[in-house]
């Protein structure tokens, strides 16, 4: 486990231009809610953790905050804790089972423009050092196509599109890329189907979004497969449990791990890109394009 653990830290987080090992960026959104979007992020993290991987998770998810009840975590702080001065990035995070981290209630990043120059350096430095302590970095955005999901995507290296096979879920899908793509210097989409039926509704769903996206964006969405309709998925939900350590042997959890598993197969990281600290300083930006960090 420790060797394996080890090739899959210096595939995910070197860096060849600037030599530096770097915690990669995912943002996970949905076009609209109700889709799974957050149980994803929540279990895939922790299918990156138990497979050795410093893995941390950042709660975006504004006014909905809920990936500490999808780990069973109770955290006494938040990101805006920090962004106020009372507490240290350290004392905001939490540890979940596998040993992930979660940063809780990110909402407060969309006050960072607005700080002075010395508390928003602060800031910046502590996100440095925990981006350089994690591989990977999961960023579960809200739903919908607003200018906080807006911010928080298009900052990140690569985006997650999680939908379902309804046509209205596809249909908001493809409005969420088509907006991102506006806004990304070089968009990159990888859609999952939620909750399919099985693998010929999945792939369905995909051909609808990916072939309007290359008709009318130009785009090639590239797909990251399915998760099954799963009974107990739900039930891990309402007993405060992550889906892979209640029913770990459940299709949607074996599932979970073979999407981990795909991310990993394409998970070189971006020349240049610094890390959870990069993708703050767009996030900066993209609210005041005058600041400069």
């Known amino acids: ?51 050795g991987l410093r893995t941390l998770i950042l709660d975006g998810d504004l006014g909905l905050a809920n990936i500490d009840i999808l780990l069973n975590l109770d955290p006494p702080y938040s990101i805006n804790h920090v962004i106020q001065g009372h507490k240290s990035l350290n004392d905001v995070i939490v540890e979940g089972p596998f040993g992930v981290k979660l940063i809780p209630g990110a909402s407060g990043l969309f006050t960072v423009a607005n700080l002075e120059p010395d508390a928003r350096d602060r800031l910046l430095a502590q996100l440095a050092t925990a981006g350089t302590e994690a591989d990977l970095i999961l960023v579960d955005t809200p739903a919908g196509i607003g200018q906080d999901v807006i911010s928080l995507a298009t900052a990140a290296q690569d985006i997650i599109v999680v939908a379902t096979p309804e046509p209205t879920s596809i249909r908001d899908a493809y409005a969420l890329i088509k907006v991102l793509s506006q806004r990304s210097e070089s968009p990159s989409f990888r859609v999952l189907i939620n909750q399919a039926s099985n693998k010929r509704v999945a792939d369905t769903a995909l051909t609808q979004i990916s072939s309007v996206a290359r008709q009318f964006l130009k785009l090639e969405i590239e797909g990251l497969g399915y998760l099954p309709v799963d009974a107990r998925a739900s039930q891990a939900i309402c007993k405060q449990e992550p889906l892979i350590i209640a029913y770990p042997n459940s299709p949607a959890a074996r599932g979970m791990q073979m999407l981990a598993e795909a991310l990993l197969d394409n998970a070189a990281p971006t ?23």
């Open 271 to 293: 020349p240049g890109h610094r890390g959870l600290m990069d993708f703050v300083s767009r996030i900066v930006r993209s609210r005041d394009p005058t600041v400069v960090v």
């Open 1 to 51: 486990m420790n060797d394996q653990a080890t090739d899959l830290r210096n595939l995910v987080r070197y860096d060849s231009t600037s030599g530096k090992h770097l915690g990669r960026v995912f943002a996970v959104a949905s076009g609209k809610g109700g889709v799974g979007k957050s149980t994803v992020v929540a279990n895939l993290g922790l299918c990156f953790a138990r497979m």
